[in-house]
């Protein structure tokens, strides 16, 4: 057996250009896996700690009673091991040199922020510097418009109810900051414990605590579940995950990624398969021999499985050297993309998806052509068998089709993308099935001749078994391929359209009504037009069909919006982003109804013609539900929960109106001037929110285009790996046509032909495939709309059709260099 | 025995004129001449032989001969045209048209059936009706049944018929014969080599075979030998001993 196991070792398998395949697509299988994984692992800690900087800790629960949640809830929590901090939040007059002014005033424990950075500036022209913690005790951090409102120089003390605190700094940012339209007035940062002393919170105040939790995600979630139970309406836990502006992209990017390694492992396993069948095909001339020498089947079968272990070991070892330091190499992008440094986490959980791929690709994929090596009869040394090649075929295919859901169903933990690649892969098979006999039927008609386009169909005629297997493969990685490309496309698009160049980054509140117009004056005389104006009237929806609503609705239900002053406004059209899902827009002079935003009509199970109360003031509406309507929450501009009619349930309330608009960060400077003329007007900056959301976006790109060219890199093995499979075939009958008199250009010409054909069929098949594919991924899983690609669409097929044409110039290379009897010699 | 190179005078243009053809193959220490010096005449409708023993160089030199490979030294002038002057292009032309092959090996492809790989030759000089003639080529070795099955299909025999109706194909002036029946058990070779040199003079081809089979050289009108890459011809040093 010692010379069995020395025609068995891998270093003489390297030499076989099959085992060669199977090798770089284990290692690319392995080597994706492993970097998508460690890399998504990474981008998830990354980006949920770059996001959790927006609520300034991991989680918060906001008591919005008025009334401080009882201690022992903080102790729980920091028993447990969690950090904690507190804040106050409430709206008070403040008194400067200058006057009085309205502020909204945020009083911070220590601790604050557990999560993210304080922005602050030592006086007005001085570089800004990044703190990890509020005012101490006695003094106070303004906004850096109120030092203009009210006169006051850095050093000045300023007047908070009973007490005096000195201004120490600006506050330019808060990690927490200007999300909440319930943010009007400037702010005012100070130390929580100085509250008190101020007096100003009194009895029935309209104040908010808010208690800040950090720590590990599992003991995050324990302490949730203690503390749920005695959760009251109108306590609010809000977790990263629950913000509705990054979920979306988080959850997003997260399924793009594992579509991606689904993808490219899908692709290496075609791969695999295609090459050990190949190679399979290849051996049974030697098993042949060797069964002549003796050699039992179970002894062949030993063999060869030894010989599988160790491709999987090189697959693992080899992936792991690739994957490794490419995850570097994307760990130093990601900190340079977020300018600060990301700790290179190495995730051993991570690893093991990447050992399972190497795994079920050996053993789904490789094994069963390689596992029926033993059975091959000794007789082959004499003569090959009819039948033989085609034997076991389906058997593998359902093998390989059935690993290959599990595995994607494994990564994406997704059925509906199951399915979708399942439908796709279907209508490609019937295509396939409808092309191929439509192609033996007309190609039968083909008669050759010197004519390199004649050549060429009946080339593909004459293959038409392989080529037809050949555009199957090709089609289904185009598909794959095409489908990511898509998807990527659509995904980046989709939050281009989001978060355009010039997205409204300013919103304006509380516009008196007779100071719209010369708002709107003034920033149209700075080229700053403003967006759409709307009202804006505060009420709380208080009875549906007539029964209080706190008890219409069920108590599991805890729904923030019933326990806070809405947003109610009334408009005409209806916004460019929202869509109506139930009844009708109002029409022209409808004065009756209200239009309710599609999730919370679902949580107060809501129904057209249901009658809402709202008390506005000492005032009661009631209007039925005419509509509901979807609202894009993350567009950056006002949204509404209600919308009434013009004329409609709100006229004659108190309005302010509300508008957004984009103000580049070099007019910044236009604010003061708009704060000293309108002192009244509110300015909400989202200027930094934005950039953040557009600084995730791109890191999530950059992810995402690493991912895809590996992906791509996949396919262009499987492709290899195709038509490497027929390259003895080829070359053996280029050899044979140059003998036969074949000039070498027709040669080339035909094949480049042939090989475009069946590019070309491929590209269009996968293509429509992918179309199908994605139909149906944007419905269930990106919640994005469907439309032709044309970008995609028209030159797949094209690029298709070249790289095969090329790949099949390439295969004939060594047919046109040598001599043909040397070919013909060496083919033997 | 031979009577045409008795009559050394105005006789027609040889079908193969080979002067002082030498062939080197460059190793990676040093060079193997495998052909040294090899000079001959054959002309058109004769049959020849080539016998060495393996390795002598006689399948080097049918190669060369046929213009698959091109000498280190010396010429080949096949049919009127100088192949070692000839473009690789032009050479195929030449062999599409005027040359027929028969391999030991058979050499057809897998993928095609019998019909089929007769067609090819036939595709490729771009005759009119490929389908016909090789029917007619097939039924004419004794195939006319099976046509449409693959080559593995076939015995040896009848995969080595196939190969000789893909020779005949496309009417060449030539045929060359790399050990017709090397592969073939004494029987099937007999029932080769009689379709083989039948064929031969119904179409009036010219044959030059390669072999190491004494009885199927005997049936050719000259024989050579080959021995370390130089060609003698024993019956013109019996002629001219005598």
Known sequence: ???????????????????????????????????????????????????????????????????????????????RGLET?????????????????????KAVSDEYPLRGQIETQAAPEQPREL?????????????????????????????????????????????????????????????????????VIQEGSRVEYVYLFAGDDTVIEDYYQWLEPRLEPSHEWEGVRDGETFSRSLERAERFLLLGGSLAVLLAAVAVAVASRQYALAQRDTVALLKTLGVRSRGIGRLYLRRLVLWGVTGVVGGLMVALPLFWLLTRLLSEVLERPVEFHLSPQALIPALLTALVSLFAFAYPPIRRLRDVPAMRVLRSQPGEAGRGALTDAAIAILAVF??????????????????????????????????????????????????????????????????????MTLMLAATLVLVRTSLLNDWQAQLPENAPNHFLINIAPDAVEEVGAFWQERGQPLNQLYPMVRGRLTELNGEPVKEAVSKDERIGALNRELNLTWMSALPE????????????????????????????????????????????VTEPVTSIRTVQWDSMKPNFYMAFPPDGGLTDMPATWITSFYLPSDEKTALNAFSRSFPTISVLEIDHIIDRIQQIVRQVTQAIEAILALILAAALVVMAAVVSATLHDRQREGALLRTL?????????????????????????????????VWALQFRMFEGSFSWHWQVVLPVPLISALVLAFFGRWQLRPVLNVSPMLLLRRLE | MNQMT???????????????????????????????????????????????????????????????????????????????????????KL???????????????????????????????????????????????????????????????????????????????????????????????????????????????????????????????????????????????????H
């Open chain 1, 1 to 79: 057996m010692a010379a069995a196991r020395k025609l068995m070792s891998v270093r003489r398998d390297w030499r076989e250009r099959d085992v060669r395949v199977v090798l770089v697509a284990l290692i690319i299988a392995v080597a994706t896996v492993a970097t998508i994984a460690l890399f998504a692992a990474q981008l998830q800690r990354t980006l949920v700690s770059s996001a959790s900087s927006f609520l300034a800790a991991d989680r918060q629960l906001e008591a919005e009673n008025g009334r401080e949640i009882p201690p022992d809830w903080l102790t729980e929590a920091q028993s």
């Open chain 1, 85 to 105: 901090g507190r804040m106050v939040e409430f709206s008070t007059m403040v008194f400067g040199a200058g006057g009085f002014q309205l502020v909204s005033v």
């Open chain 1, 131 to 199: 703190v990890r913690s509020g005012p101490p005790p006695g003094e106070v951090w303004i906004n850096p418009r109120l030092l203009r409102l009210l006169e006051l120089e850095i050093g000045d003390s300023l007047e908070v109810g009973n007490r005096n605190l000195k201004v120490s700094s600006l506050l330019v940012r808060e990690p927490d900051g200007g999300f909440r339209l319930s943010a009007l007035a400037p702010r005012v940062m100070m130390h929580v414990d100085d509250v008190t002393s101020t007096g």
């Open chain 1, 406 to 475: 599990g595995l994607v169903w494994l990564y994406a933990g997704e059925i509906s993308l199951v399915v979708s690649l399942l439908a796709g892969l279907a209508l490609l098979l019937g295509a396939l099935g409808l092309l191929g006999w439509l192609l033996v039927a007309l190609l039968r008609k083909v008669r050759g001749g010197g004519n390199a386009w004649r050549l060429a169909l009946v080339g593909l005629y004459r293959h038409r078994r392989a080529s037809l297997s050949q555009m199957a493969v090709f089609a």
């Open chain 1, 577 to 620: 982003d929202n869509e109506i899902v139930q009844g009708q827009w109002f029409g022209q002079g409808d004065v009756d109804g209200v239009s309710v935003e599609a999730e919370l009509a679902e949580k107060l199970g809501l129904a057209l013609g249901d009658r809402l109360t709202f008390t506005i003031g000492s005032e009661k």
């Open chain 1, 741 to 773: 008199g074949g000039r070498q250009s027709l040669l080339v010409r035909s094949t480049m032909l042939e090989f475009a054909l069946l590019g070309g069929f491929a590209g269009v098949l996968g293509v429509a495939a992918a179309e199908v594919a």
């Open chain 2, 6 to 92: 008795n009559v050394k005078a105005d006789r027609p243009a040889p079908m193969l004129r080979v002067d002082n053809l030498t062939h080197r193959v460059r190793l990676e220490t040093d060079t193997l001449t495998i052909l040294q010096g090899v000079s001959l005449e054959i002309n058109r409708g004769e049959s020849v032989a080539i016998v060495g023993r393996s390795g002598s160089g006689k399948t080097t030199l049918l190669g060369l001969l046929a213009g698959l490979d091109t000498p280190s030294d010396g010429t080949v002038e096949l049919d009127g045209a100088m192949i070692s002057q000839l473009s690789e292009d032009e050479r195929a």
């Open chain 2, 95 to 241: 062999r599409a048209h005027r040359v027929g092959f028969v391999f030991q090996s058979f050499q057809l492809l897998p993928a095609l059936s019998a019909l089929e790989n007769v067609m090819l030759p036939l595709e490729l000089a771009g005759s009119e009706a490929p389908e016909d003639r090789a029917r007619e080529l097939l039924e004419r070795v004794g195939l006319g049944e099976r046509l449409n099955h693959s080559p593995r299909q076939l015995s040896g025999g009848e995969q080595q018929r196939v190969a000789i109706a893909r020779a005949f194909a496309s009417d060449p002036a030539i045929l060359f014969a790399d050990e017709p029946t090397g592969n073939l058990d004494n029987r099937t070779g007999q029932s080769v080599s009689d379709l083989l040199m039948e064929l031969n003079r119904e179409q009036g081809t010219t044959l030059v075979m390669v072999t190491h089979d004494e009885h199927l050289a005997a049936r050719c009108s000259r024989q050579f030998h080959i021995e370390a890459g130089v060609l003698t011809e024993p019956s013109a040093v019996e002629e001219l001993t």
